[in-house]
């Protein structure tokens, strides 16, 4: 998902993941891609949050800045904000570390589990006094850690919004805190918590990548789709391709969903049927809709800077859904198969750091959008799917009028368009739920915790896999890993 496509002249859209942050430092450190030309620009301030008739909140890495925003709203609030961030940057030390390293399983613990084992109770110890917070957040709804932090709404919605991103839940679903918390454990530059655009879009980074799996020896074919893996003897040996040519190797390695690999791919007898009642039970529902856009000039937000490049337009704009309430609105509706009257809109404007992407005085524009459900009660998305883009429009045009007219060109992708392009089963971006029974060594299912499959030589490699998803990298260094690990030990 990872792509720049130029879906209009002069305009280079990043048309599925649209931001990083998650990047793990050892996979930047070991392929060298900042010096292959990886350039990540940070985003500060990160999101602004606008508001009718005022001047919005804008929050960033800036403490002070942030706490004088907050005040407008809650003297309360502004106080405690700090030691809210602090909790977050204590528990992401201690916990960041086991994003490196495949998942201890408790039912194969080998002695390579011992040091990870150790940091995770290391990490424990080190937030004793924060732990009872750092619990109920990880493991309950964001709502009810919110409200017992924070009481202003516009506060509240706007940190709710990463709890539930690609989610198919509400702030009041249990284990929406871990969401949260998943996407502040990332880091750009060595700032923690800050998310960056990837200069020249997101295809940029698949490019490096290739590169330096070129120079490492990879031959890298495209457009050549997979008919099925290739097992003998409960072995994997290979693929075939959709027009018959047979590609044998030693090893296999799959970056799809687990759906798609196990299922797609994969004889149904070559596999236990405890595996595929497992794969049948994994949720990927999806409840993200994104729409790419060429406009000709920027949004103006009242009180702020108008239509010239200011800070409001630099980090995600959060538009729609403007409280808790909303939010959990938005996901009734998605659940009823209804667009929400006031869905969740993340608007992001990367031309603004990034002035290759647009023709000269023009932006590019990314909105993700949710809660869409991927089917609708009484209606289809060839219906919907322009209507939805004028509902998103409108909400816009209340805090920045005149959007609607600016926009040049619109593309809107649904839940299943995101299946139909990227692959994404249900058009999930995580490649099924990051609930709390989905992680771990329980991430996709119990035996697959090591990258492994029931399958010899079959690895997993995606964000089905632990940590997840969210354009990190982990998935793919800590199955490399195994794999090497592996096969050294056959050699032996």
């Not at 017992?148 to 249990?174: C, N």
């Not at 969903?257 to 049927?273: N, Y």
């Not at 490049?309 to 729609?320: F, K, N, S």
């Amino acid at each position: 998902a990872c792509v720049t496509e130029e879906l209009w002249p002069g305009f280079r859209v990043s048309r599925a993941a649209y931001v990083a942050g998650l990047l793990r430092p050892a996979l930047l450190r070991e392929l060298r891609l900042p010096a292959r030309g990886l350039r990540l620009l940070a985003r500060n301030p990160s999101s602004f949050t606008p508001i009718p008739g005022e001047r919005g909140l804008l929050l960033g890495p800036d403490r002070a800045a942030c706490r004088a925003e907050i005040r407008q709203f809650s003297q309360r609030d502004a106080d405690r904000f700090g030691e809210y961030e602090g909790m977050l940057d204590r528990a992401a030390a201690a916990i960041e570390p086991l994003l490196d390293v495949p998942p201890p399983d408790p039912a194969r613990l080998h002695l390579r589990d011992i040091p990870p084992l150790l940091r995770l109770l290391r990490g424990a110890i080190s937030l004793r006094r924060d732990l009872p917070r750092v619990l109920a957040l990880l493991l309950g709804p964001a709502r009810s850690a919110l409200e017992s932090w924070f009481d202003s709404e516009p506060l509240r919605a706007t940190l709710a919004t990463d709890a539930i991103i690609g989610a198919w839940a509400s702030p009041s679903t249990p284990g929406t805190g871990y969401v949260l918390f998943h996407h502040v454990m990332g880091e750009t530059n060595g700032a923690r918590g800050v998310w960056a655009y990837v200069q020249g879009g997101m295809g940029r980074l698949s490019e490096l990548l290739a590169e330096a799996a070129r120079e490492a020896g990879a031959e890298i074919q495209t457009g050549v789709p997979i008919a099925s893996v290739i097992v003998d003897a409960g072995g994997a040996r290979g693929v075939t391709l959709e027009d018959g040519t047979v590609i044998e190797a030693r090893v296999v390695l799959s970056s799809a969903d687990p759906h798609r690999t196990f299922v797609d791919l994969i004889a149904s007898e070559h596999l236990p049927d405890e595996l595929l009642r497992g794969i049948a039970s994994l949720d990927f529902r999806s409840p993200v809709a994104k729409i790419n856009l060429a406009l000709d000039r920027l949004p103006g937000f009242a009180g702020r800077s108008g239509n010239a490049a200011g800070p409001e337009h630099v980090g995600t704009i959060h538009i729609g859904a403007s409280s808790l309430d909303d939010l959990d609105r938005s996901f009734e509706a998605a659940c009823r198969g209804e667009i929400p009257q006031r869905p969740m809109i993340e608007l992001t404007l990367p031309s603004t750091l990034d002035r290759s992407l647009a023709p000269e005085g023009k932006h590019i524009g990314s909105m993700f959008v949710q809660h869409v459900p991927y089917q609708l009660a009484g209606s289809s998305w060839e219906v919907e799917r322009d209507r939805l883009a004028d509902r998103v429009f409108d909400l816009v045009d209340e805090v920045a009028p005149g959007f609607s007219e600016s926009v040049l060109h619109r593309e809107v992708l649904s839940p299943p368009d995101l299946e139909r392009i990227f692959g994404l089963r249900g058009g999930n971006i995580f490649h099924g739920a990051m609930s709390l029974d989905r992680l771990g060594f329980m991430r996709p299912l119990p035996g697959c915790a090591r990258y492994q499959t029931p399958i010899r030589n079959l690895y997993l490699c995606g964000a089905g896999t632990h940590p997840g998803g969210g354009v990190m990298g982990a998935c793919g260094r800590n199955a490399a890993g195994e794999v090497v690990r592996d096969l050294s030990r056959v050699s032996r």
